[in-house]
């Protein structure tokens, strides 16, 4: 007991620290936004949208790659051209060089690609009449085109871009979740503090009324059935403050831990009983709602993807056709420099095509599947936005009554605090039995703890409405989204 009695003191010392150190709600928030994991994790998430972003946007520039090979040496049979036309397999060694420039750009609006390389290839025969060989191409340009195809490039177009405004608001959203997380590991700690209070108050007033108890009971004037209730409150009591110590320790390295503080950091708390914002109005809240969060955002990707799955479905099953096409020049020589004189032109064109004959009504059923996918997703996202809206406004009217809650479970607390006194001052004076005193006792306690409650679920609510709207209603702006510039 004296070692509780001492834990006890230590905490009561530390929560009564100079009002210069101690941490308001909005100090702690502050805090778990600088230095908390769950905000890092935050930032690491919007950080790789944002990169998945910009790779999106780059493949569409154009793109220079060279390749090499210096050198490939090889020795065995090779097919060799007779001067007949005939085909020999002659033992050779020969070392082949080759390097190749080559520049892509894709083009966005038709799905198709255009090149241009330049390449040399350099072969030198080994053995009994050795001789070396050029192969160039100053330069070759072309396209390669799908005609009547799924053109991906069109269509992430529209989707990425929605994506990473997806991911901005998120950001913002997941930051208001550390903010609703940091106010319930500061009021956790708050209401285990009054418990603590209040046991430790409980113990000494347990402990004088046993006292008193038993003094009666040595004169008759109690009941031995009453000195044994008035014994086992005390017993009670001593259990519970062993017990509220140990969850002030637990709820304050759990509020550490989340703000990455030192556990032998002292971390003083002090709660605001000045609420910030009594009522909002609630169809403002949800048009702020419909304007800035991520679902109304997510509700039109989700349309576009269903929409692309159909037409990827359409265009894969009807005729369609590749395109390839390109000129160049090239020349062959034994010498590096003879290989560039009077180039000979170089040409290709082809044309594939594919037309789908007959396959039992397979394309059809595909087609008709994924219409009946796109008819459901859509009727899927009207759905969800009428649930969100519907979740707006009882979240929006909800927080409306929060703030009359507050003062109401403030002033029952206040007056159970007073029952509790007059029943013990009674008790005291023996006017009241234990039975009313124990009830004006659960009757404290418990208003004690529901106005915590109430005070940490207005706070709740209150950043919940933030994360709904994106919008400061106090300081009447909107919350930003997060800029990062890729450094």
Known sequence: ??????????????????????????????????????QKKVDNSFENRFWQYNSFKKQFL????????????????????QPDGTISFERTSQVNSSANLRINQPIKWTGGNLFFSSN?????WLGNSPYTSYRTNPFYIGISQPIMKFNPYKWSQKIEPLLYEEAKRMSVEQSEDVSIQASQLFFN?????SKLQIAKLNKENSDTLYKISQGRYEIGKIAENELLQMELTALNAEKTLAQSVLDVQISEQALKTFLKIPYSQPLPLKIDTVLPLDKIDVQRVVELAKQHRSEYIAYQ??????????????????????????YGLTQTAPTLDQGYLNPLDKEQ?????????????????NIKQQQANTELTQNQIEQDKKNFEQNVFITASQFNIM?????????????AKKRYEVSKQRYLIGKSDIFTFNNSLKERNSAIATYYQTLASYWTSFYNIRKLTHYDFVNQKEIEAPVFEGK
């Open 120 to 124: 040399l290839m350099r072969v030198d």
């Open 62 to 81: 154009p793109k220079m790659v060279f390749q090499g090979t210096l050198p490939d040496f090889n020795v065995g049979l090779s097919k060799v051209i």
């Open 349 to 365: 064109v082809n044309l594939g095509i594919k037309i789908p004959i007959y396959n039992w009504g397979l394309s059809r059923s």
């Open 1 to 38: 007991m004296n070692k509780i009695y001492t834990i006890t003191i230590f905490l009561i010392v530390s929560w009564n620290i100079s009002a210069q150190t101690e941490y308001h709600l909005e100090d702690i928030i502050r805090l778990a936004h600088g230095q908390s994991l769950a």
């Open 301 to 326: 990707r989700r349309l576009l993807e269903s929409q692309r799955e159909l037409d990827r479905v359409k265009k894969n099953n009807r005729l369609n056709a590749d395109l390839f096409a390109a």
């Open 189 to 193: 700690v708050l209401s285990n503090l």
């Open 403 to 415: 703030s009359q809650q507050v003062v109401i479970a403030q002033k029952a607390m206040e007056v």
